[in-house]
């Protein structure tokens, strides 16, 4: 049973720092590229980042390279979203997904599970 369980959401002011991560209690873990996506109120669910299996590479939205880093840890089953100069546009409600394939991608169809999110909200 794939369960990926999100954690680290809060409030923040804007120029703070928030750390997210996300557990795979499954199987998936293993040789699975994850994503980091957002869904902000009344707006469609965006990619945010994602890191590949095995080469690690990694790849930003445009709007967050630089800022934001995404890692994972293997023998955690771990995927980490590090979070830095927060903006209030960053508010959203952060979901974790798991793909079966080492390639990450930035498109979430390309995904096959995904957690239940984290809100993070950034006051200004």
């Known amino acids: 049973q794939v369960q990926l369980v999100e954690s680290g959401g809060g409030l923040v002011q804007a120029g703070g720092s928030l750390r997210l991560s996300c557990a795979d209690s499954g199987r998936t873990f293993s040789s699975s590229a994850m994503g980091w996506f957002r869904q902000a109120p009344g707006k469609e669910r965006e990619f945010v980042a994602a890191i590949s299996w095995g080469s690690g590479s990694t790849y930003y939205a445009d709007s967050v390279k630089g800022r934001f880093t995404i890692s994972r840890d293997n023998a955690k089953n771990a995927v980490y979203l590090q979070m830095n100069s927060l903006k209030p546009e960053d508010t959203a409600v952060y979901y974790c997904?798991?793909?079966?394939?080492?390639?990450?991608?930035?498109?979430?169809?390309?995904?096959?599970?995904w957690g239940q999110g984290t809100q993070v909200t950034v006051s200004s």
């Open positions: 997904a798991a793909r079966r394939g080492a390639i990450a991608y930035v498109t979430l169809e390309k995904y096959d599970y």
